[in-house]
Antibody
Framework: QVQLQESGPGLVKPSETLSLTCTVSGGAIRSYYWSWIRQAPGKGLEWIGYFHFSGNTNYNPSLKSRVTISVDTSKKQLSLNLTSVTTADTAVYFC?????????????WGQGATVTVSS | SYELTQPPSVSVSPGQTARITCSGDALPNQYAYWYQQKTGQAPVRVIYRDIKRPSDIPERFSGSSSGTTVTLTITGVLAEDEADYYCQSADSSGAWVFGGGTKLTVL
């Protein structure tokens, strides 16, 4: 059974870069869309972006200038880089898997990683 | 930017039927998905492609679509169904969007 595990610093300073990794275990990596989704405290879900090996990568327009999502197949890891963070980027960050047709939604979620932006 | 609109809250008594709506202009052309999120947990997909239910989701969960509105229906609500529910879809560019979420309270 596939599992996703997010990891990375829990505290990031304003103006710095937030970097998270999601390790995929128990399943393939190439056949799927891989996404990052976040949830600010007490708020709803916000899609950050997705990556697919076909080259179909898409980012939330409101974050596009600051976001990079990539996948390392050898390590079976998904990465998120978010530059120039502010306190508004404080959130739980989820990595997520969607079947390769990208029309089935998210079928597997990570447990989430809490990131606080503070000096 | 494209938006999906959900009611902030819905309340029902145990055994009743809960209906949660999600409205968006692109829904006639894009599939919708529904997720259940309990406090402190990751979301769980309960409906995909508007009406399909994953095999591990109870039959009391169902989805429907009509024009620019999709609806999640929970028939015979149980106390354990109390959670936040989010719809999700995409715009014409493929960018995903989530609705604001609906808090389901079981009285």
């Amino acid at each position: 059974q596939v599992q996703l595990q997010e990891s990375g610093p829990g505290l990031v300073k304003p103006s710095e870069t937030l970097s998270l990794t999601c390790t995929v275990s128990g399943g393939a990596i190439r056949s799927y869309y891989w996404s990052w989704i976040r949830q600010a405290p007490g708020k709803g879900l916000e899609w950050i972006g997705y990556f697919h090996f076909s080259g179909n990568t898409n980012y939330n327009p409101s974050l596009k200038s600051r976001v990079t999502i990539s996948v390392d197949t050898s390590k079976k890891q998904l990465s998120l880089n978010l530059t120039s963070v502010t306190t508004a980027d404080t959130a739980v960050y989820f990595c997520a898997r969607s079947p390769g047709s990208n029309d089935e939604g998210v079928d597997v979620w990570g447990q989430g990683a809490t990131v606080t932006v503070s000096s | 930017s494209y938006e999906l609109t959900q009611p902030p809250s819905v309340s029902v008594s145990p055994g009743q039927t809960a209906r949660i709506t999600c409205s968006g202009d692109a829904l006639p052309n894009q599939y919708a998905y529904w997720y259940q999120q309990k406090t402190g947990q990751a979301p769980v997909r309960v409906i995909y492609r508007d009406i399909k239910r994953p095999s591990d989701i109870p039959e009391r969960f169902s989805g429907s679509s009509s024009g620019t509105t999709v609806t999640l229906t929970i028939t015979g609500v149980l106390a354990e169904d109390e959670a936040d529910y989010y719809c999700q879809s995409a715009d014409s560019s493929g960018a995903w969007v989530f609705g604001g979420g609906t808090k389901l309270t079981v009285l």
